[in-house]
């Protein structure tokens, strides 16, 4: 995260809608199958993966969400050092996964950027722009799903009440948080 630069203007709050960057935010992409693996990340960071499908589980440091049978994004909770592309977590996993063949490890924090969306009329904002039906997952505390917003692949993680953080790539940020910005504005 050496030279790290912003994707997207400072917090934006419009019609009951704050949506915000959160950086720096360490984000790994974990990968494997193995019993040894699943038990291994769990000495590691005292976090237990989630296995129930679009689900997440959280500790005080880590949150891990579920994105396929044998693959999981894990993010810290708290903003990073960001002189640094170095990151604690990625060491432990290193050694204790891949280094034991038992999964793969890949570091997507500057490949992903994470926006923080705050208020009454989030989904309103993500049914004008997804096919993805939101009634039981806005209800879902935890919840993850991988869906389409305005023709952009998104990660979507559902924290709480009116609280979510939406995961994209970051060369279709500015262009997400553009649209996000039109469309709040007409809700």
Do not use: C
């Not at 934006?12 to 019993?35: A, C, F, N, S």
């Not at 769990?42 to 396929?68: F, H, V």
């Not at 990660?155 to 060369?171: E, G, P, T």
């Amino acid at each position: 995260m050496l030279n790290y630069n912003q994707a997207l203007p400072e917090q934006t709050i419009l019609q009951d809608l704050q949506m915000k960057e959160i950086k720096p935010i360490m984000k790994l992409v974990i990968r494997g199958k193995k019993r040894e693996f699943i038990s291994a990340i769990g000495k590691s960071l005292n976090i237990i993966l989630p296995t129930e499908a679009n689900t997440s589980t959280q500790s005080d440091k880590l949150t891990a969400l579920w994105l396929s049978p044998d693959e999981w994004m894990i993010f810290s909770n708290e903003p990073v050092d960001e002189n640094t592309n170095t990151y604690e977590t990625e060491k432990l996993l290193n050694k204790s996964i891949s280094k034991l063949n038992l999964g793969a490890i890949v570091d997507v924090t500057d490949q992903f950027v994470m926006i923080n969306l705050k208020g009454n009329k989030i989904y309103e904002l993500f049914q004008t722009g997804s096919p993805f039906n939101f009634n039981n997952f806005q209800n879902k505390k935890g919840a993850v799903t991988q869906t389409i917003l305005t023709k952009i692949d998104v990660i979507v993680h559902n924290q709480d009440k009116n609280a979510v953080n939406l995961f994209v790539r970051r060369s279709f940020s500015q262009h997400l948080f553009s649209w996000m910005n039109d469309a709040a504005s007409r809700l």
